[in-house]
């Protein structure tokens, strides 16, 4: 009882994602099922074409539902046979016979070796950009007249400065006018 887990409604599946599938599949026939109703056959026609355009089934649990509601359809004589689409099949089966019956193995994809010289030429490029910005932004900061974390104190000293000098310009012209009117 190798695969007991991988057995779903008398299949039995290659792998465990392949009979979970399987198990999803039969979650949307059941929810189907409950929501149709058997006396439209219209309405199933509607149904049966959207899921074979969505490909909402690809396993063999969903393939034999698609056949039940296609058989129900050909047997209504409100339906038309050539608006039943025929059931597609994702499987070749032709490969299967060529490799002598082995079951067919997902093939791995090919893994392509990075080539990391032009990722390392980019970030080098990168790089060299971002220290050309932060070296203009150290420059304009430097040479700017608003007060920064660069220059604050310079700056401060140079209105202090400039604020004495107004006021000595001013002391000096205030003597001058008293010495004028003979005020002491």
Not at 27 to 55: G, T, W
Not at 76 to 92: C, G, K
Request: proline share 4%; glycine share 4%.
């Amino acid at each position: 009882m190798a695969g007991i887990g991988r057995s779903v409604e008398g299949y039995l599946f290659l792998t465990e994602e392949d009979a979970d599938i399987a198990k999803e599949e039969i979650e949307r026939i059941n929810f189907i099922s409950s929501k149709m109703k058997e006396d439209n056959p219209q309405a199933i026609l509607a149904v049966y074409n959207r899921m074979i355009q969505n490909k909402t089934f690809i396993t063999p649990v969903g393939q034999e539902y698609l056949r039940t509601l296609r058989d129900y359809l050909y047997k209504s004589a409100q339906i038309p046979d050539d608006q039943i689409s025929d059931i597609p099949l994702i499987v070749s089966y032709a490969d299967a016979l060529k490799k002598g019956n082995e079951p067919a193995k997902r093939k791995q994809p090919e893994r392509r070796r990075k080539s990391y010289k032009k990722e390392y030429q980019g970030a080098l490029i990168v790089i060299a950009v971002l220290v050309v910005m932060v070296g203009a932004m150290f420059t304009i900061a430097l040479n700017s007249d608003v007060p920064n974390i660069l220059n604050y104190k310079t700056a401060l000293e140079n209105e202090y400065a400039s604020w004495e000098q107004d006021l000595y310009e001013r002391e000096a012209e205030l003597r001058e006018k008293e010495e004028a009117l003979g005020i002491y």
